[in-house]
């Protein structure tokens, strides 16, 4: 009786697969860096380079640059969630999570990119507003937190936050000849969110 051999599969079957998600991947963290120092119209060229890859490859995976830009929001935002349920789940101390996560927002570049890329994108996109939803809800319940504990001056919410990180970890101009990391900035603004504040928070309109 002829026995009919099975084909044998090779480990690497799925390589490709792989490959082309760390390739999405080394793009999308390029474009965040680049969009972030210099604008949404960076070059794609200088895109392509600092991943380490070629041209053609960027553009198989984002035929243009608003699906790159696209891809860096949701990317930025997802990642920022991330970084709070680890905040939360890392730190016992309400503030001590707040604290957490406004110097992980700024690691993964939250508020200086979605600066830079304002108008760049569908703020309607479905993506977009689940991701929203998701990072503004762990914040709220951040914020409720240390809020019951006592420990955050009143008048605070999550526009505070979204702000000051986004304020101080823009890239300065170059006429700007003090460069200090924006850790330091951000450690003074998270003892300005302590309480009990020492001056009352103006009204606004």
């Keep these: 009786m002829d026995v009919v051999a099975t084909p044998r599969r090779t480990p690497h ?25 210099v604008g949404r119209q960076a070059p794609i060229d200088e895109v392509a380079r600092r991943a380490g890859i070629g041209n053609a490859t960027v553009y198989r995976h984002f035929p243009d640059r608003d699906a790159l830009v696209l891809a860096v929001v949701h990317s ?24 957490r996560f406004v110097l992980a927002a700024a690691d993964e570049q939250i508020g200086a990119t979605c600066v830079m890329l304002d108008g760049a994108y569908d703020p309607g996109d479905p ?3 689940v991701l929203e939803e998701r ?9 409720a937190r240390a809020r019951r504990a006592g420990v955050l001056r009143p008048g ?31 450690q003074l603004f998270l003892d300005g969110l302590r ?9 606004e309109d």
């Excluded at 930025?76 to 604290?99: C, G, I, N, T």
């Excluded at 309480?195 to 009204?203: D, I, K, N, Q, S």
């Design 76 to 99: 930025v935002l997802k990642r920022a969630a991330d970084r709070a349920e680890a905040a939360m789940a890392q730190a016992e101390a309400p503030f001590e999570a707040l604290s």
């Design 127 to 129: 993506e977009v507003k």
């Design 135 to 143: 990072l503004n809800g762990l914040l709220d319940t951040m914020l």
């Design 13 to 37: 079957a799925r390589a490709p697969r792989v490959d082309a998600q760390r390739n999405r991947e080394r793009i999308v963290a390029a474009a965040r860096d680049l969009f972030t120092e």
């Design 195 to 203: 309480a009990p504040g020492y001056t009352a928070l103006p009204v």
């Design 156 to 186: 605070i919410d999550r526009d505070d936050i979204f702000v000051g990180v986004a304020q101080l970890t823009r890239p300065l101009p170059d006429l700007v000849t003090v460069r200090r990391g924006s850790r330091r900035y951000l």
